[in-house]
């Protein structure tokens, strides 16, 4: 069990919009701006998105967001494009004695 | 750029203890940074074990703490892991990888399978 809990799919057609939710506690997510997203083909190593909740780092499209609202973050993916179709995860750091924890991962199919 | 290599083993015996190094190349860990390791068992999530800053301090997933141990050698480069009794839940594939900040993973190794069978 995976201490951030993710939906296990998603799916969205090219052109549309998508919201990935991650949801963790008062302990993790609520506590600080301190989370991420990756996306990861089959077969390949993850690759950061977004850092500190919103932030995109150089070379990631703009077509990826993200956002926070209480113990719940929350990625977007708009523009939905084939390249897209990945599995996702959420990270957050959770305080000095947990420190960084996961989520389960979303499969996004494009449809 | 900066890169990163995992090695070790690719097959380690039930009980015995799973050793990987992951070289850095393209930046001195010594400079600054966190470094991590995370896994990824055969169709499952990512599970963090743990992270070293450049001047040793170590962070490990409290879940692994009592088996594991991360290492930075800086005249090599390069920083290790090593965990203890390992099962077959230890199975997995191994990325090590660059940290900014905390939880930001930001530069990725391309991960190496380790499988814990006799």
């Known amino acids: 069990q995976s201490a951030l809990t993710q939906p296990a799919s998603v799916s969205g057609s090219p052109g549309q919009s998508i919201t990935i939710s991650c949801t963790g506690t008062s302990s993790d997510v609520g506590s600080y701006n301190l989370v991420s997203w990756y996306q990861q083909h089959p077969g390949k190593a993850p690759k950061l998105m977004i850092y500190?909740?919103?932030k995109r780092p150089s070379g990631v499209s703009n077509r990826f967001s993200g956002s926070k609202s209480g113990n719940t973050a929350s990625l977007t993916i708009s523009g939905l494009q084939a390249e897209d179709e990945a599995d996702y995860y959420c990270?957050?750091?959770?305080?000095?004695?947990?420190?960084?924890?996961f989520g389960g991962g979303t499969k996004l199919t494009v449809l | 750029q900066v890169q990163l290599q995992e090695s070790g083993p690719g097959l380690v015996k039930p009980s015995e203890t799973l050793s990987l190094t992951c070289a850095v190349s393209g930046y001195s860990i010594s400079s600054g940074y966190y470094w991590g390791w995370i896994r990824q068992p055969p169709g499952k999530g990512l599970e963090w074990i743990g992270s070293?800053?450049?001047?040793?301090?170590?962070y490990y997933n409290p879940s692994l703490k009592s088996r594991v141990t991360i290492s930075v050698d800086t005249s090599k480069n390069q920083f290790s892991l090593k965990l203890s009794s390992v099962t077959a839940a230890d199975t997995a594939v191994y990325y090590c990888?660059?940290?900014?900040?905390?939880?930001?993973?930001?530069?990725w190794g391309q991960g190496t399978m380790v499988t814990v069978s006799s």
């Open positions: 990888a660059r940290v900014v900040g905390r939880d930001a993973f930001d530069i």
């Open positions: 990270c957050s750091y959770a305080g000095s004695s947990t420190w960084v924890v």
């Open positions: 500190e909740v919103s």
């Open positions: 070293i800053y450049h001047s040793g301090s170590t």
